[in-house]
């Protein structure tokens, strides 16, 4: 785990999936994303199954990992729909999926389907060597399904579970980071993401466990970490 206030600006940058899935986002705008993380090596880019190919032919060996989002924003999609797209992706050059978890499922205590679910999809990513993370979209759980979900997770294990999409009712939050920190150790990740755009609000976070970020304002939040570094002398 990191700590807020000894974490290197290159452990920082390392730690982020810069982030571009507007609906409305354009050509050139995925273009700017791609060469902004090549430049600033993040750890990844997470963009829109569609402009996958774009990013990979930008950073293709560069480090910087292609990374795309599967049953999104929703999780509503059939597995088989899921399985689908990543498969999909894949072809197209992704490197890393976050795919939505069934939701309402969850919430209707059906442990079996979310099992299987995320059985399914860490397989897929394992056979094809790629990273998997599941997004829980926390703003619609209680504390008691956050842990049921991780604890499946702990059965499964995808690489990350994460906090949100970022397009639901609420984003990340740094106690639902350590709850599920909480949950699963050291065997599995997790990644916050939804409304973080400062420097203070990815510390906590990362003071919470996150190990790593999602976020679309990364030069903002490293902005604010250079301030801040500056600030201690």
Request: with cysteine.
């Amino acid at each position: 785990m990191y700590n807020s206030k000894t974490i290197t600006r290159e452990e920082l940058v390392g730690l982020f999936d810069y982030t571009n899935l507007k609906p409305n986002a354009t050509k050139a705008d995925i273009i700017a994303l791609a060469k902004e993380a090549r430049d600033l090596h993040t750890a990844a880019v997470c963009v829109n199954p569609s402009r996958v190919k774009i990013c990979r032919a930008l950073l293709t060996g560069t480090g910087v990992k292609v990374g795309t989002v599967i049953g999104f924003p929703l999780g509503a999609d059939t597995l088989e729909e899921k399985m689908d797209q990543a498969r999909l992706s894949i072809l197209e050059g992704a490197e890393e999926l976050d795919y939505v978890l069934n939701i309402g499922e969850l919430i209707d205590g059906n442990t079996a389907y979310i099992k299987r679910e995320m059985e399914v999809m860490a397989s897929i990513c394992r056979k094809y060597k790629l990273v998997c993370k599941v997004i829980f979209e926390n703003c619609y759980l209680t504390e008691e399904q956050i842990r049921t979900a991780a604890g499946i997770a702990l059965e499964t294990r995808p690489n990350f579970i994460k906090t949100s999409t970022g397009f639901g009712s609420g984003g990340a939050k740094a106690e639902d980071v350590a709850v599920m920190k909480e949950v699963v150790g050291d065997r599995i990740k997790v990644k916050a993401a939804g409304g973080i755009r400062d420097w203070e609000t990815c510390a906590a976070m990362i003071d919470a466990g996150a190990e790593r970020i999602g976020t679309s304002s990364a030069p903002a939040i490293l902005a604010g970490y250079d301030a801040w570094k500056a600030a201690q002398g």
